[in-house]
């Protein structure tokens, strides 16, 4: 990382821009992760990304797979914003005479960088999980009455399967709102913290030190590809060391449950539930798939952060006005 300070106008806007590229490119992987992770056994509608992509297409249209993705855009910009300008706010505090950081003070940085997020993650990915998984939910509820159709069809004027309607995120948010304050919004904020800040503690560091690789002077920022490269190892190496958090929150704020899931009554209960039905290995479920997510889009975060397009947008700014 180069050791010009850049403004915080530039650093909140070149996280933005940089999360909405980022969101925009990888979140038909995010559902088919928050998919895989919500079926519990006995009640798989998925076999793989792959095919719970092309179930998905067949059954919601392309477009179902981006169920969701309005509340990630929106909310994406302050999300990536905090986080990357954290992490620069705690490693400028935490250095000394502009001396290079420890291991253990670029950790601390992470650790703030994570903490500071989650006010804007645990409602953005509270919203965007429901609405991501009604699709399951529905195509679950579909079969159950068509299973329930097909052995009562010898009786005379059988039920018609009743076709649900699927909420908006301004209606859940209305509704949770309404019944549970401002805190159900916050519904798995301890889990979120799980997940985000050993995140950070492992991504940034590990970010640092292989994009210090591509340097060949501390002055000069690593070449584009290098920070990259860099942002897709670091992302996809943290994703899959947080996996099982991230596991445990996803089931935690999932609001809906399918035909016979079981309900959770916090992170321990969460955490025994699946180990004792499912086996350790349910919390690697979705672990290719978020390391495909993570993986390009810090990758394109730390390329357009440290590229620096704010700063070029503010710079034109006083000519434009001349």
């Not at 530039?10 to 933005?16: Q, S």
């Not at 519990?40 to 092309?54: A, E, H, K, P």
């Not at 004027?157 to 301004?170: F, K, L, M, Q, W």
Request: hydrophobic residues 45%; proline residues 4%.
């Amino acid at each position: 990382m180069a050791d010009k300070q850049i403004s915080l106008p530039a650093k909140l806007i070149n996280g933005g821009i940089a999360g909405l590229i980022g969101v925009t490119c990888v979140f038909p992987i995010d559902l088919a992760k928050t998919r895989l992770q919500n079926q519990q056994n006995g009640q798989r509608m998925y076999t793989s990304m792959s095919d719970c992509l092309i179930k998905t297409i067949r059954s919601e249209g392309y477009f179902g797979m981006y169920r969701g993705a309005a509340v990630n855009l929106t909310l994406v910009t302050p999300e990536k914003a905090i986080k990357l300008a954290a992490n620069d706010f705690f490693r400028h505090h935490l250095s000394k005479d502009g001396k290079k950081l420890t291991l253990l003070r670029e950790m601390l940085a992470g650790c703030g960088a994570g903490t500071c997020q989650v006010i804007v993650t645990t409602p953005m990915e509270m919203l965007k999980i429901q609405l991501q998984d009604a699709g399951r939910i529905a195509a679950q509820n579909k079969l159950m009455a068509a299973q329930a159709q097909l052995s009562s069809s010898s009786a005379a004027g059988a039920a018609e399967p009743v076709v649900e309607a699927r909420p908006t995120a301004t209606q859940i948010t209305r509704e949770l709102l309404r019944s549970k304050g401002i805190a159900g919004l916050y519904k798995g904020l301890g889990a979120t913290l799980l997940r985000d800040v050993p995140f950070s503690i492992v991504y940034f560091p590990l970010f640092a030190n292989l994009n210090k690789l591509g340097q060949k002077d501390p002055s000069v920022k690593a070449p584009f590809y290098v920070s990259f490269l860099s942002g897709c190892v670091a992302g996809s190496t943290a994703a899959v060391a947080v996996n099982p958090c991230d596991v445990i929150k996803t089931r935690l704020q999932s609001l809906q449950r399918g035909v016979n899931e079981d309900t959770y009554s916090g992170i321990l209960d969460c955490t025994k539930k699946i180990w004792q039905k499912e086996g350790p290995t349910a919390f690697l479920k979705g672990a290719y798939c978020r390391a495909l997510v993570i993986a390009p889009l810090f990758g394109i975060a730390q390329v357009v952060y440290f590229i620096g397009i704010a700063e070029f947008l503010l710079d034109m700014l006083p000519k434009h006005r001349a």
